[in-house]
């Protein structure tokens, strides 16, 4: 079987050194062993790429070396150059619990792909892998979670999906308490071990943020650089901080369009206006129709309802934060009903291993897993993306207290930040660059979540990445991509709608 996979290999990229060229693990019956998949795998690379897709097969539960196997779809796309730079680049996507693969539809993105292989992986649990634990009914039952008047009514609801899911997955042997950030660190060093990889050059985004730092910090040999864009780091406390960090993005917005001379003239006073309809909203809510949820027809929204109508994570959001603010503040229930309508419905995360992650390792150290209900933070927004009596339900062990604390390494990492980013702020950037001796902070000004992939925009995080990739330090910057961050200006905000 190894000559065989050498063959495919050879067919596939070539007679010259690359990212797969490994003879001596992946036998017939080895754990871990790479599958090479041409036929039924399920993204299509485009055929401007050589690539390599199949499946790493590794056990589900590590501490068991005869026990179940579980398959994580891998693609290698291989440098468009013809012989790929040391360093290939991994990529590791957010969520938890959204897949990768997407990145392998479309390489020509990704600018290392001239000089580099480059490494699409998808994480255990997610979309795709084998199994997925996607949970489509815990998706489904968290419909309006966010709006008080449907929270009691969805809580429930998705303490009995989550029941019904772990039932499903445990009948058909999946240990769902084998999924955790720590245990897809060690699936990555298998998939470096078994493609014969001696280091990677980690591109991660949001959540796989953390993931990276969890290869930092347990495999620190085999990381050549690592990009962090939007950083997640393990000792954040995600469900006591996202409501104040949602608020602080939104006194960006009131800053910078109070300092805007357009912008201030159609939105005066927009601060004061805006959080006085969210006080006056808590004795009078703005009422507004909705298509059946829970048995309703119409929602009341309170101050905390409203609060979670603006968001300020993409370019687009940003530049209509001032007339949405305007919109709430002026009770326009024809903007308000559009907005609801669009944040209720089901996401497509691999809920099962949200849950798995989220339960074992952020929630569990959280002050809110402690608290019967949330702070008084934006009215009593909900900081906590899953509340406590949902995690009892999923019920998994807590990870050890090592996996939230700050990671040290003294590997090249570049970290990105968006200014506006509500979900993982640039403070985190700069608490997970504490303790990283060999980093670089850069925030982008009037951006949100993941300027990487701001793939509309000017390209400044990306160049920036991109260089860095190459380098692999930052001895040497781009000028050009330096300059086309120091030059943006500030959001473009909408100043009315037709």
Known sequence: MARLFFAVLLAVFGCYPAVGQSTGSSSEGQVPRFEPDSIDFP????????ALTGYLVVYEDRAVQDGPTIRLPVVVLHAKNGHGAPGP???????????????????????????????VFGQRGTGY??????????????????????????????RAAAADCKAKLNAQGVDHAAYSTAVSAADIEDLRSVLGVDQWTLYSISYGTRLALAVLRDYPGTVRASILDSVL??????????????EQALELVFRDCAASLSCNAAYPELRSRFYAALKAAEEFPVIVPIDETAGLTTI???????????????????????????????RDTSVIQGLVSESIGPSSFAWGMRLSVWCSELLPYSDRSQAASPGSTLFGLESAVVVPSICDEWAVPVRPQREVAPVESSVPV????G???????????????????????????????????????????????????????????????????KDRSGPAFILEYD
């Open 89 to 119: 680049v991994l990529y590791l996507a957010g969520g938890p619990g959204s897949s990768a693969l997407n990145a392998a539809a479309y390489p020509g993105a990704y600018p290392w792909t001239v000089e580099r292989d480059f490494v």
């Open 233 to 246: 780091p393990p000792q954040a406390r995600y469900d006591d901080e996202s409501a104040a960090n949602l």
């Open 300 to 330: 009341a929204l309170r101050g905390a309802d409203l609060a979670t109508l603006v968001s300020t994570s993409s370019p687009t959001a940003i530049a209509e934060a001032p007339w949405l603010l305007d919109s709430i503040a002026r």
């Open 129 to 158: 892998a084998q199994p997925a634990l996607r949970c489509p009914e815990f998706g489904a039952a968290r419909a309006g979670n966010q709006f008080s008047v449907l929270a009691e009514a969805s809580i429930a609801a998705q």
């Open 414 to 417: 570049l970290l990105i930040a």
């Open 419 to 485: 200014q506006y980013d509500p979900a993982t702020p640039p403070k985190w950037a700069r608490q997970a660059a504490a303790t990283l001796s060999n980093s670089r902070v850069v925030e982008v000004r009037a951006a949100g979540h993941t300027p990487t992939q701001d793939w509309g925009g000017d390209g400044c995080a990306m160049r920036i990445a991109a260089h860095f990739v190459s380098a692999g330090d930052h001895a040497t910057l781009d000028t050009d991509a330096e300059q086309c961050l």
């Open 43 to 50: 993204v299509a690379v485009p055929s401007a790429f050589r």
